[in-house]
């Protein structure tokens, strides 16, 4: 049984909660520069080999002294790395090749209720009634965002096969969260994370080889910048912290950062792009936030 946390943990892991769809950002920029500079499957075994190099450095003791935990569990970090860093990562940029980043958010809006539901099910952890209105008010909240507060444009939505590629990345990373606490470790959440960064790379690296023998862009200057920021934001610090405050808060609690991207993603481009914000922008920010604080409320205090 999971000892509980240390008060101080809960404090750190609810500021660092909101920290999360912030460096998930820094993704979407990335996913936006990378067409014709360098292929999808080849950006993402760059990040996680460089990610895992990086991490596996700084834990390599760490590493070491547990060689027989890593011996003993090595399809479990395989199955991992396939969740979180290879269908995570690839599938959402073939879907962009064929679906509306509409159907793409309202999709993976769909990912944070799998993992609260899973959370309660399977894993047993506790989700009170109110808990369970934050979800729902944040989702709705999202939805109101994607659609721009016209919910008529719902029975506009046409799904194609490509959405199919969302319904796996939304999949798989419901089953990344979920499997990571229900499979404990006895790592620490840097080398554990450096772990799963290999398994990742074992899974990336024949479809990497392949874009690369099939004509993949030549590798250049931009290409690397790519790669170290993907590494570096979305993929060490983002991951790290996701999986630490998980370990603090619950697969369920820290799921609803999900919901915090659209509303992240509007006021960035607020900011930074100057783009105008809505009336749908304020109530759905208003659900978001609202419903993201009542399930981080509810968890241990």
Sequence with gaps: MQATPAPAHVRIAKALFWVIPLLWIVNSVIARRAPGVITPH??????????????????????????????????????????????????????????????????????????????????????????????????????????????????????????????????????????????????????????????????????AAWELWHGAPELGVQALWLVVLAAVFPGVAAYWIYGWTQRVLGAGAVAMTMYLGPLYAALVAWLVLGEALGPHHLVGGVLILSGVALVVAGTAA
């Design 42 to 207: 080849v950006l993402a075994l760059g990040r996680w080999t460089l990610a895992g190099l990086v991490l596996g450095w700084m834990a390599r003791r760490e590493l070491w002294e547990q060689r027989q935990e890593l011996r003993q569990h090595a399809t479990r970090y395989l199955a991992l790395g396939a969740c979180g860093m290879w269908i995570c990562g690839a599938a959402v940029y073939f879907a962009g090749e064929s679906t509306s980043m509409m159907n793409i958010s309202l999709i993976y809006a769909a990912s944070p209720v799998m993992i609260t539901v899973g959370s309660v099910l399977w894993l047993h952890e506790p989700f009170s009634r109110r808990q369970a209105l934050g979800v729902v008010a944040a989702l709705i909240g999202v939805v109101h965002v994607v659609v721009q507060g016209e919910w008529l444009r719902l029975s506009q939505v046409q799904f194609v096969p490509g959405d199919l590629w969302v319904v796996a990345a939304a999949t798989a990373w419901a089953g990344y969260s979920l499997l990571q606490k229900h499979w404990p470790s006895a790592l620490s959440s840097m080398a554990q994370l450096a772990v799963i960064c290999a398994g990742g790379v074992v899974c990336l690296l024949p479809f």
